[in-house]
């Protein structure tokens, strides 16, 4: 008979009675983790001047390599130097404007304000007020005694 027709003649035993639901038994029970939900931008504690620094370099670099490697592709492909020229130039461009901006940009260590390059010892250097100054002899010559002799 076709399947899903419900039809039974009086005093048919139903054959489908004595087996067992092997699909709930075989299907694995599994549980499934939510994936949390992703922040937005404003939940971010990183100052804003760091982060338009740090997206101002993501855009220079990606530019760079966007650029480079079109410029590389149209001169080794198609032999185009005219627009394979300018986009790597317009690569070096970019990847010379990113490095510049990250070699001078004052990082923040994490330790609640400093920078990277500022230790903090400002006035290391400075002499102290109840000390004084002295004089450096410019005139001295760095081969002292026992250096080279002059008779030479």
């Known amino acids: 008979m076709l399947e899903g027709n419900e039809e039974k003649g009086p005093g048919e035993p139903d054959p489908e009675a004595d087996l ?6 075989l299907t694995p029970s599994v549980r499934i983790p939510e994936a949390p939900s992703p922040s937005s931008p404003a939940d971010v504690d990183a100052p804003a001047e760091l982060q338009r ?7 220079a670099f990606n530019g760079a390599l966007l650029a480079g490697s079109l410029g590389g592709l149209y001169v080794i492909f198609r032999n185009d ?5 300018r986009l790597l130039a317009a690569g070096l461009v970019c990847f010379t404007y990113g490095a510049y901006r990250l070699r001078t940009w004052d ?3 994490g330790d609640g304000g400093e920078t990277a390059t500022d230790s ?18 410019w005139t001295a010559t760095v081969d002292g005694p026992g250096g080279r002799d002059d008779n030479d």
């Not at 067992?20 to 038994?25: G, I, Q």
């Not at 620094?53 to 855009?59: C, D």
């Not at 290391?124 to 109840?130: G, K, L, Q, R």
């Open 107 to 109: 990082m923040p260590t």
């Open 120 to 137: 903090g010892d400002d006035d290391e250097d400075a002499p102290d007020d109840d000390t004084e100054e002295t004089e450096v002899d």
């Open 20 to 25: 067992r639901d092997y699909e709930a038994e």
């Open 81 to 85: 130097w005219y627009l394979g020229g």
């Open 53 to 59: 620094k740090f997206w101002v370099l993501v855009l």
